[in-house]
């Protein structure tokens, strides 16, 4: 059970050979409410984008342009205009696509398109798994209750489980927490399509490690104490930093892509939830299993024995500690 976490932490199997207990970190990303449905002014059907990023432009205000993603991308060409309504049929928005990048499209609005602008209007972009519109309730469930920083496509799901009474827990038994902030995008769920994992181009995301949380997370491996992620995000994050003993700080971006074979350098146990198959965040999870046992063995027997119990899967599913 997640509520038994601070006495698993707190024992002896992750306490340092000298008795200290571990460092937990989190990615306190924020989802936006990223998705918008417009319809083609040439056309009339209903459109559906999600808002990936911001695309800094010479000469054009921020927030004008916008790398999204698309149904039928390749339907999407340049000069395709779209208009976007409220909740009350009133015209919203203009914009035009006006170009492309493999999955990517460029979406260019008539006026800036803010954060506030998408709280307003906007949608929270489940899965594409969950077939339901979304409520008002997602805009919180669907969101770490630590959640400070505004740009995910997606919710860094394991932090999911965490509550503010388990973190008070957390912290009563001992257990250090450090923030860091990957903005989840395509680079984090986009599925492995090549034969070959070795071809598979993962897509940057941007992070950041504040100089506080560095100096936390520097200070525990010096100690000797465990460095557990809680999520995949976090891995990326972290591994992707670390540059000879130290994490490097302020933004960055990654586009790590870590399977097995790769050799951990900072993150010690991950706490994370069960994945689709085919994805890179499975992967992931079977390099860091790798050990004495075959890593891909191990978790797939692991989720062999989570489907038997009908554990549940996705986002909104169980989780696995692994050290």
Known sequence: ??????????????????????????????????????RSRQSGAEVEFLLLERELRS??????????????????KPGSA???????GAEIANAVITGGEGEYRFLEFETPVSDDWLERYGHIPLPPYIKREDTPADAQRYQTIYAKAVGSAAAPTAGLHFTRDTLDRLASCGIESAFVTLHVGLGTFLPVRSENIEDHVMHEEHFLITGESA????????????????????????????DEGRL????????????????????DALFTNFHTPGSTLLMLVCAFADGTF???????????????????????GDAILIS
């Open 215 to 242: 100096d936390r997370i520097e200070k525990a491996k010096t100690e000797g104490r465990r460095i557990i992620a809680v999520g995949t995000t976090s891995v990326r994050t972290l591994e992707s930093a670390w």
């Open 294 to 316: 075959s890593g891909k063995d191990l978790i797939l027997e692991s989720y062999a024995e989570a489907v038997r119990e009908e554990y549940r899967f996705f986002s909104y």
């Open 59 to 76: 000469g054009k205000d921020p927030g004008r342009v916008w790398k999204v993603m698309t149904r039928r991308s390749r339907r999407r």
């Open 248 to 267: 490097k700080r302020e933004w960055q971006v990654t586009s790590a892509f870590i399977y097995p074979g790769y050799k951990f350098k900072i993150v």
């Open 1 to 38: 059970m997640i509520s038994d976490l601070p006495e698993i932490l707190c024992g002896p199997g992750f306490l340092s050979p000298a008795g200290e207990k571990p460092l937990l970190v989190f990615n306190d990303s924020r989802v936006r409410k990223a998705r918008l449905i417009g």
């Open 82 to 88: 779209y208009v976007f309504y409220d909740d009350k």
